[in-house]
């Protein structure tokens, strides 16, 4: 794999100063503004705003038939609300994870049937001084056959990312979504405080609403892709490997398919396969066969692509883009264009000291922190700036630069003994003086598990970070959190339990001697001390315990790990996941003993592991995105498992929990394999196959399996493009990416979200144009895997 930045990238990098700056937003590929271009076959005036006696205000706001003149040529409506407020809602008088209240306009619709009409049209105008980032949400409600909000999907809430000061032009599809009572529509908009240039008030004008029927509305669930569509990696292909793209076509002439070059000259033809797998019938344009590098477009009969890549170096535009996103996500730091220095006034506080909790990165589309999320993200910037070093300088130096922000952080969290300040959920700009109503605890603990992991970051560094004395000062470090991690273990066993909130809560015992082996092989590495060998290897012989070694049902399914030695719950993930701490701890004693006597059991459960992949990866076929895996039918009964594995659950999650389980596929009477993980509050798969794919390219460099090696580029493949809906998931790269849920920052160029969602209980892929949290919620974690699993690819 190489990393080289295009001419093209390159200009883009000096105007934002090698990413001191954000990269500008490339808007005119976006999905919203491709959907503009559709041909609207019918359409009804819902509101033209000449009557506005239908519109009530709630919440703080103010509603007032005084707004600019519309591009209809009306009066808008204008929703006014202030930026901050003089006390927390009632609702949430702590403050905790809420902003400071929500002005609404609301529109009665008096239970209108909208079946006939599969888009809403509006235009809107903000006008708020100050604000970079200006956002509100679209807000409906169906009372009919099917209710709208629902439990799971949070339908009913479409967040609308705007430009200031212009009249913007937005849509939102409903093809699928319930409409046949309609009861209300309007617009909701949040006070989250003041930023330093915010000003006193977001103001909103609200024009014309339009009910559409449009052609080819997106295909929001299933795995069909739309009609006469071809889906590929927008990015394009490494040229060693699978080379698969796939389509749905009404044309009789669509039997073979062709790759055009950038000379628009035809360098390659095959026949299209019709596929059949269990996710239904598909035709398949396969060139694996072709490796000549360069630029090509698809053609198959009437329908054609847009340009990408096949190389080895065609990743570096990406890698560019979502570290742009981790830039502008800096907590405690002025971004330009995004925010001012923040949350100086949140504070942790553990045995009479406290700390400013402001530096790293936040975590999402809110401002909330994660400590250990740093730490994650920290490692895959210093795995990737490893993987470029020697390629690219600028790439690697600027890899770096971010690398240290967020050790920095990761330093200055430290109480002592053992002690971190930890995360908190924060929704808001605070107003930066301490003492004040608005400032929000910050939570501190002592985790043995998340200090394993500080102390594989810290080893890490001191291994590659240029800066000598800091590398001097974090071997120290390390050791000091490796010694507490494990006087706590010993201490308190696998009962020593995070908060509730924490992203490591759901950490099951089989992943906590992972990290114990992890962390204790890394010490190894960087001290040679025998102490950290010997501790590596017993903690590894537990995780080995936990591996399954007796195949499940006729399809012999093995090699999947269980949450404990008990081997009762078997190891899931539904929103944060390291599922590839198993083959990191094997990696790292791999290399660090290799003539160890129980080396040979542990390259074996490498390559058991290995074969789960790829026999997980064909019940996604012909897509490739790793499922979440294997299930026993009676998990749900083991209510401490449950519990910490899925938060706000519901008091129907027992019956849900079956009701998901029997959507996937029966492998035996008590098993059964699941291509979206079982989830109730938080869902979106980024995190849970990106963290496979990396263990697939972490098995396939030790077992140089080109199989592994191609299962892991599947996942890259996924998120941009390759998938039901044609849509990269990553903002700005590649074509038809769509807007996220990004309440504070705004959006961001090399934004990823949370990740496909299912609708209710079903286990096929959903992802509506709606947009709202968690799936459609930028997340600091899928950057994080996206970089580690590039870091890992080829090796």
């Given amino acids: 794999m190489v990393f080289k930045t295009n001419e093209d990238m390159n200009a883009k990098l000096i105007e934002s100063g090698y990413l001191h700056s954000p990269l500008p937003l490339e808007r005119e590929n976006s999905l919203e503004q491709t959907g503009l271009t559709k041909q609207v076959l019918k359409q009804r005036v819902l509101c033209d705003m000449q009557d506005i006696s239908g519109w009530t205000a709630e919440g703080i706001g103010t509603a007032a038939h005084d707004g600019e003149v519309t591009p209809l040529g009306h009066t808008a409506l204008r929703l006014q609300l202030p930026t901050v407020m003089p006390n927390w809602p009632e609702s949430q008088p702590d403050g905790d994870y809420v902003p400071f209240g929500h002005g609404v306009a609301v529109f009665n619709v008096k239970n209108e049937d909208w079946t006939e009409y599969n888009r809403v049209h509006f235009w809107l105008r903000p006008d708020c001084p100050g604000a970079r980032t200006v956002n509100i949400a679209l807000i409906y409600a169906n009372d009919g056959a099917e209710k709208i909000p629902d439990a799971y999907n949070r339908e009913g809430y479409h967040e609308v990312n705007l430009i200031n000061r212009q009249w913007n032009e937005c849509f939102l599809e409903i093809p699928n979504l319930p409409r046949d009572c309609i009861t209300r529509i309007g617009f909701e908009s949040a006070a989250f405080g003041k930023d330093r240039a915010t000003g006193e008030y977001l103001r909103f004008d609200i024009g014309e609403i339009t009910l559409q029927e449009v052609a080819e509305p997106e295909i929001d669930e299933g795995w069909l892709p739309g009609n006469n569509t071809i889906v590929y990696s927008m990015t394009g292909y490494f040229s060693k490997g699978g080379k698969t793209a796939i389509m749905r076509s009404d044309d009789e002439n669509a039997a073979a398919f062709s790759l055009w070059d950038a000379e628009n000259k035809k360098v390659y033809?095959?026949?299209?396969?019709?596929?059949?797998?269990r996710l239904g019938d598909f035709n398949l344009l396969d060139f694996t066969d072709f490796e000549r590098e360069g630029e090509y477009t698809l053609h198959c009969g009437k329908v054609s692509t847009?340009?990408?890549?096949?190389?080895?170096?065609?990743?570096?535009?990406?890698?560019?883009?979502?570290?742009?996103?981790?830039?502008?996500?800096?907590?405690?730091c002025p971004v330009s264009e995004k925010h001012g220095s923040c949350h100086g006034d949140i504070l942790a506080e553990h045995n009479g000291a406290a700390l400013a909790f402001n530096g790293g990165w936040h975590d999402a589309g809110d401002m909330s922190q994660q400590t250990l999320q740093t730490g994650d993200v920290l490692y895959s910037l210093l795995e990737l700036a490893s993987k470029v070093k020697g390629q690219d300088t600028l790439l690697y130096k600027r890899l770096i630069e971010e690398a240290e922000w967020g050790l920095d952080f990761i330093l200055k969290c430290r109480f002592g003994g053992g002690y971190r300040a930890s995360?908190?959920?924060?929704?808001?700009?605070?107003?930066?003086?301490?003492?004040?109503?608005?400032?929000?605890?910050?939570?501190?603990?002592?985790?043995?598990?998340?200090?394993?992991?500080?102390?594989?970051?810290?080893?890490?560094?001191?291994?590659?970070?240029?800066?000598?004395?800091?590398?001097?000062?974090?071997?120290?470090?390390?050791?000091?959190?490796?010694?507490?991690?494990?006087?706590?273990?010993?201490?308190?066993?696998?009962?020593?339990?995070?908060?509730?909130?924490?992203?490591?809560?759901?950490?099951?015992?089989?992943?906590?001697?992972?990290?114990?082996?992890?962390?204790?092989?890394?010490?190894?590495?960087?001290?040679?001390?025998?102490?950290?060998?010997?501790?590596?290897?017993?903690?590894?012989?537990y995780v080995l315990e936990c591996q399954c070694v007796n195949p499940v049902g006729e399809?012999?399914?093995?090699?999947?790990?269980?949450?404990?030695?008990?081997?009762?719950?078997?190891?899931?993930?539904?929103h944060q996941s390291r599922e590839q701490l198993y083959m990191q701890a094997l990696k790292t004693l791999l290399i660090a003993l290799p003539n160890h006597p129980s080396a040979a059991k542990w390259l074996e459960a490498v390559k058991r592991y290995g074969n789960y992949l790829k026999q997980a990866a064909a019940f996604t076929a012909p897509y490739g995105m790793l499922p979440a895996g294997l299930y026993r039918l009676d998990e749900v009964n083991d209510k401490e498992?449950?519990?910490?594995?899925?938060?706000?659950?519901?008091?129907?999650?027992?019956?849900?929990?079956?009701?998901?389980?029997?959507?996937?596929?029966?492998?035996?009477?008590?098993?059964y394999f699941k291509i979206f993980p079982v989830w109730f509050s938080f869902r979106g798969n980024s995190a849970v196959h990106l963290s496979m794919g990396k263990a697939a390219a972490i098995c396939a460099g030790i077992l140089?399996?080109?199989?592994?090696?191609?299962?892991?580029?599947?996942?890259?493949?996924?998120?941009?493009?390759?998938?039901?809906?044609?849509?990269?998931?990553?903002?700005?790269?590649?074509?038809?990416?769509?807007?996220?849920?990004?309440?504070?920052?705004?959006?961001?160029?090399?934004?990823?979200?949370?990740?496909?969602?299912?609708?209710?209980?079903?286990?096929?892929?959903?992802?509506?144009?709606?947009?709202?949290?968690?799936?459609?919620?930028?997340?600091?974690?899928?950057?994080?895997?996206?970089?580690?699993?590039?870091?890992?690819?080829?090796?």
């Fill in 555 to 574: 399809a012999k399914i093995e090699g999947f790990f269980y949450r404990n030695t008990d081997k009762k719950v078997i190891q899931h993930a539904n």
């Fill in 704 to 795: 140089n399996d080109r199989e592994l090696s191609g299962i892991a580029a599947e996942q890259l493949y996924w998120v941009v493009g390759k998938n039901p809906f044609g849509q990269s998931l990553i903002y700005g790269e590649g074509y038809r990416y769509a807007e996220q849920a990004v309440y504070l920052p705004g959006t961001m160029t090399g934004q990823i979200p949370v990740g496909v969602q299912t609708k209710g209980n079903r286990d096929i892929p959903y992802w509506p144009q709606a947009n709202n949290a968690t799936y459609k919620e930028a997340w600091l974690t899928s950057a994080g895997k996206w970089f580690s699993l590039l870091a890992e690819m080829g090796d």
């Fill in 641 to 671: 498992s449950f519990n910490r594995q899925h938060l706000f659950a519901g008091e129907n999650a027992q019956k849900d929990y079956i009701e998901q389980l029997k959507q996937g596929a029966a492998i035996d009477a008590e098993h």
């Fill in 306 to 332: 847009q340009p990408f890549s096949v190389g080895e170096d065609i990743w570096t535009n990406s890698v560019w883009k979502v570290l742009n996103f981790i830039f502008c996500e800096r907590c405690g």
């Fill in 423 to 541: 995360s908190a959920g924060i929704v808001h700009w605070s107003d930066g003086f301490i003492g004040s109503y608005d400032d929000r605890p910050a939570r501190a603990q002592n985790n043995s598990f998340d200090n394993f992991l500080y102390a594989v970051c810290e080893s890490y560094a001191a291994r590659i970070l240029p800066d000598k004395m800091l590398c001097e000062k974090l071997k120290s470090v390390a050791a000091e959190d490796f010694d507490f991690a494990i006087e706590k273990f010993r201490k308190d066993g696998f009962g020593g339990l995070p908060f509730y909130w924490e992203h490591s809560y759901p950490t099951s015992e089989s992943q906590e001697m992972a990290a114990l082996a992890w962390a204790a092989g890394e010490m190894y590495v960087l001290t040679g001390e025998e102490r950290y060998a010997a501790e590596a290897v017993n903690a590894i012989n």
């Fill in 269 to 277: 033809e095959n026949s299209v396969k019709p596929v059949k797998s």
